[in-house]
T-cell receptor, first 113, second 111 residues
Framework: DTAVSQTPKYLVTQMGNDKSIKCEQN?????MYWYKQDSKKFLKIMFS???????INETVPNRFSPKSPDKAHLNLHINSLELGDSAVYFC????????????FGPGTRLTVT | SQQGEEDPQALSIQEGENATMNCSYK?????LQWYRQNSGRGLVHLILIRSNEREKHSGRLRVTLDTSKKSSSLLITASRAADTASYFCATDEGNTGKLIFGQGTTLQVKP
C-alpha cells in the first residue's frame, strides 16, 4: 500500500554515465514533483508535472530530463552525470485544488564517483 | 532563491519538554506547511496553515503564523524520543504547488 515509491533507493555510478530514477504514486494525484536534497539537507524543487504537462522547471541543467508517461509516473533521467549531482532525489505528489500538502517518496540516494 | 530560514538549526531537549522551532520567509504566501523528515526517509506532512489563519493545532503540534512579521513557529509539546527528526517549513508561493523549503531544524529528544 505504498503511496509514493521510487526506484532505485541507492544508485552509485561513475561520472559521465546516464541514469534514470523512477517514481510512481497510487494516490490518484495529478501533480508530481522532483526535489533535490543536498548534503546540508537543503531541499529544492526541480520539476513539476500536472496531468503529464510540465508546469515547474527550475534552473536545472538540461542534462536532467523529466518524463511523465501518465499521471501516476514521473521519471527523472540524468545524462553525463557529474560529481555535483550526488544528492538525495525525492519524488512527491499532490492533488490539484486541495490544500496543497505533498506526499513524498522515500528518496533515491545518488552517489557519483 | 531560498524562502524560509529556520531557527535554531539544531535543538536538543529531554523527553517531556516542549520544542519550539521558528521559520521566517520573505514574500507573500498562500500557506505555510511543516514537514518532518526522519533520518534516511522522505518528508512527511505535519500541518498546513493558511495565510489568513493565525494558529492551528494538531495533536501535540501547535503552529502559529504572523504574516506581518513573515514568520511561523512550530511547537511540539511533551516531546518523545520518536519526535527526533528534522523539521522543515515550506511556503506555497502560488497556484503551481511550488514549495520553498527552509533549511530545517534538527531536533534530538533524549529519553
Amino acid at each position: 500500500d505504498t503511496a509514493v515509491s521510487q526506484t532505485p533507493k541507492y544508485l552509485v555510478t561513475q561520472m559521465g554515465n546516464d541514469k534514470s530514477i523512477k517514481c510512481e504514486q497510487n494516490l490518484g494525484h495529478d501533480t508530481m514533483y522532483w526535489y533535490k536534497q543536498d548534503s546540508k539537507k537543503f531541499l529544492k524543487i526541480m520539476f513539476s508535472y500536472n496531468n503529464k504537462e510540465l508546469i515547474i522547471n527550475e534552473t536545472v541543467p538540461n542534462r536532467f530530463s523529466p518524463k511523465s508517461p501518465d499521471k501516476a509516473h514521473l521519471n527523472l533521467h540524468i545524462n553525463s552525470l557529474e560529481l555535483g549531482d550526488s544528492a538525495v532525489y525525492f519524488c512527491a505528489s499532490s492533488a490539484t485544488g486541495e490544500r496543497g500538502e505533498q506526499y513524498f517518496g522515500p528518496g533515491t540516494r545518488l552517489t557519483v564517483t | 532563491s531560498q524562502q524560509g530560514e529556520e531557527d535554531p538549526q539544531a535543538l536538543s531537549i529531554q523527553e517531556g519538554e516542549n520544542a519550539t522551532m521558528n521559520c521566517s520567509y520573505k514574500t507573500s504566501i498562500n500557506n505555510l506547511q511543516w514537514y518532518r523528515q526522519n533520518s534516511g526517509r522522505g518528508l512527511v506532512h505535519l500541518i498546513l496553515i493558511r495565510s489568513n489563519e493565525r494558529e492551528k493545532h494538531s495533536g501535540r503540534l501547535r503552529v502559529t503564523l504572523d504574516t506581518s512579521k513573515k514568520s511561523s513557529s512550530l511547537l511540539i509539546t511533551a516531546s518523545r524520543a520518536a519526535d527526533t527528526a528534522s523539521y522543515f517549513c515550506a511556503t506555497d508561493e502560488g497556484n503551481t504547488g511550488k514549495l520553498i523549503f527552509g533549511q530545517g531544524t534538527t531536533l534530538q529528544v533524549k529519553p
